[in-house]
Nanobody, 123 residues
Framework: QVHLVESGGGLVQAGGSLRLSCAAS????????MGWFRQAPGKEREVVAT????????YYAESLKGRFTVSRDNTKNTVYLQTNSLKPEDTAVYYC????????????????WGQGTQVTVSS
């Protein structure tokens, strides 16, 4: 069982930045593929970014490229999402997810999910 805890969300003005963190426990972190997703009110959950076990490869939703950056520190069992130039439409609950087992897919199926952290961007 993998336990994920997100933090770093909050209220920010448009144009601002937030750094989200997701701390994992229960498995050797370097064996986990990690992802960030978000869900806005009334909308379906969507992928934000994913990162491979070593951090060598990342994937971003096309609309977020250049503003969001995913990274991980395997020594701290933590994955990060740096969000810059935030817009009101980025308002959502942001979730991190984890997957065990090898995959070649940029957006694989994830088995474990955190509780989410709210990001609210005011105009």
């Amino acid at each position: 069982q993998v336990h994920l805890v997100e933090s770093g969300g909050g209220l920010v003005q448009a144009g601002g930045s937030l750094r989200l963190s997701c701390a994992a426990s229960g498995r050797t972190f370097s064996t986990l593929y990690m992802g960030w997703f978000r869900q806005a009110p009334g909308k379906e959950r969507e992928v934000v970014a994913t990162i491979t076990r070593s951090g060598d490869y990342t994937y971003y939703a096309e609309s977020l490229k250049g503003r969001f950056t995913v990274s991980r520190d395997n020594t701290k069992n933590t994955v990060y999402l740096q969000t810059n130039s935030l817009k009101p439409e980025d308002t959502a609950v942001y979730y991190c997810a984890a997957r065990e087992g090898w995959t070649f897919l940029p957006v694989p199926e994830y088995s474990y999910w955190g509780q989410g952290t709210q990001v609210t961007v005011s105009s």
